[in-house]
């Protein structure tokens, strides 16, 4: 199984960026999909996330200005950033837990700048 991330790169602050996961097998099978930040000397921090059936839960730092959603014809999931800071800046990852039991699978990473 494979995840690769697009849609990475330098904005503006107060700009958007959409993030983008494609997923190498049907997104059916997949049980949570979520996105991941780090930026230097942080950890992994989650940023948002989006169960089988739906429901989302975000962190608080990006709640209001960030949204993740998902495609299932096109086994893609999303992640809309809005009203983007400089503090958003980082290597963003897309994971997903698939099967039972699940197993964890990872994207390569796609760095976001946020500049002020």
């Known amino acids: 199984v494979q995840l690769v991330e697009s849609g990475g790169g330098l904005v503006q602050a107060g700009g958007s960026l959409r993030l983008a996961c494609t997923i190498s097998?049907?997104?059916?099978?997949?049980?949570?999909m979520r996105w991941y930040r780090q930026a230097p000397g942080n950890q992994r921090e989650l940023v948002a996330a989006?169960?089988?059936?739906?429901?989302?839960n975000y962190a608080d730092s990006v709640k209001g200005r960030f949204t993740i959603s998902r495609d299932n014809a096109q086994n893609t999931f999303y992640l809309q950033m809005n009203s983007l800071k400089p503090e958003d800046t980082a290597n963003y990852y897309c994971?997903?837990?698939?099967?039972?039991?699940?197993?964890?699978?990872w994207g390569q990473g796609t760095q976001v700048t946020v500049s002020s």
């Open positions: 994971n997903a837990d698939i099967g039972l039991p699940p197993i964890v699978y």
């Open positions: 097998r049907s997104i059916f099978s997949v049980n949570a």
């Open positions: 989006i169960a089988s059936g739906g429901s989302t």
